[in-house]
């Protein structure tokens, strides 16, 4: 699903949603888990929805941005070495 302000595409793990609507339907009081499919299904479904409409973006997009930002700040801090090099000598 894409975040239509963003454009970001926002992946889930699908078995995630299952393991929170099992655990919540497994924890209901005995007269109640006879609707325990139905809770799952609409649970799930809730859940997926929810977590749809915030900014996500996978594991692996998140390393590659951090890995961006390492070797940003390693060039950063070179060209500011430069720049204090240029400046203890003199040149403008």
């Known amino acids: 699903m894409t975040d239509p302000n963003t ?8 078995k995630l949603f299952d393991d929170i609507s099992r ?3 497994d924890n209901l009081p005995p007269g ?8 799952q299904r609409n649970l799930r479904n809730g859940i997926e929805s929810a977590l ?12 590659i941005q951090q890995a961006v930002l390492l070797r940003t700040r390693e060039k950063l ?8 090099e240029l400046e203890a000598t003199g040149i403008d």
């Open 7 to 14: 454009g970001v595409i926002a992946m889930l793990d699908p």
């Open 23 to 25: 655990r919540v339907a």
């Open 32 to 39: 109640l888990q006879a609707l325990q499919d139905d809770l």
């Open 52 to 63: 749809g409409r915030l900014n996500l973006v996978t594991r692996e997009e998140f390393e």
């Open 77 to 84: 801090k070179a060209l500011e070495a430069r720049v204090a």
